[in-house]
């Protein structure tokens, strides 16, 4: 069994579409997380929900929005997509807020915005 | 703001040798975790090694230790008996309290046979 899986794996869509990407752990974790990774390679936050309720918003675009519909989930909804959305996104978990709370990735999801 | 250094965006070693992957970090914190992730070719990111700030052993998983040096704030990660698989990018990651990870821009390891 997969520890944390996000859908699909690779997406490929036009300009101003809306589309999701699903994640699900099934750790028990309480904290998830979903992570931008641009074509330089850096890993930058972009939401962290702890307990259903969201904690950490850096900065990121109102098109991108996350929804949790429990704890084992967190989907990443983004609408009307631009061409800088293209990045690979990945999906996170740990067992809480602590410092020592090891996050745990899933596969990533490679957008491309045409 | 937190800040992770890793000053080399690339390196070379040969099989069956160690290799040491710098990173050091900023932050004012006296708690605080580091961790090393790698990230091979297929993309996925795999946790390696974590160091609590309070730990006062280095932490070792198998081939992989940490070099941790608190006043120094350096956290360097040590392949021993490099394999052609460790070919990947290595990032340095750390964690305040309460506060949100932060990556290192990453260290692009190749192994050569």
């Known amino acids: 069994d997969t520890a944390v899986s996000q859908t699909p794996k690779y997406l490929v869509t036009q300009m101003g579409n809306d589309k999701s990407i699903k994640c699900e752990q099934n750790?028990?974790?309480?904290?998830m997380y979903w992570y931008k990774q641009d074509s330089k390679k850096f890993l930058k936050i972009m939401f962290s929900?702890?307990?259903?309720?969201?904690?950490i918003n850096e900065t990121v675009p109102n098109r991108f929005s996350p929804k949790s519909p429990d704890k084992a989930h967190l989907n990443l909804h983004i609408n009307s997509l631009e061409l800088g959305d293209s990045a690979v996104y990945f999906c996170?978990?740990?067992?809480?807020?602590?410092?020592?709370?090891?996050?745990?990735f899933g596969a990533g999801t490679r957008l491309s915005v045409l | 703001a937190q800040k992770i250094t890793q000053t080399q965006p690339g390196m070379f070693v040969q099989e069956k040798e160690a290799v040491t992957l710098d990173c050091t970090y900023d932050?004012?914190?006296?708690?605080?975790?580091l961790f090393w992730y790698k990230q091979p070719s297929s993309g996925e990111m795999i946790f390696l090694i974590y160091?609590?700030?309070?730990?006062?052993q280095n932490a070792t998983e198998g081939r992989y230790s940490l070099n941790f040096q608190k006043a120094r704030k350096s956290a360097n990660l040590v392949i021993s008996a490099s394999q052609l698989g460790d070919s990947a990018m290595y990032f340095c990651?750390?964690?305040?309290?309460?506060?949100?990870?932060?990556f290192g821009a990453g260290t692009r390891l190749t192994v050569k046979p």
């Open positions: 160091q609590g700030s309070y730990d006062e």
């Open positions: 750790l028990g974790h309480d904290t």
């Open positions: 932050t004012s914190d006296q708690s605080y975790g």
């Open positions: 929900y702890n307990n259903k309720e969201l904690i």
């Open positions: 996170a978990s740990s067992q809480g807020l602590q410092s020592r709370d090891i996050q745990y």
């Open positions: 990651a750390m964690r305040e309290v309460y506060n949100d990870m932060r």
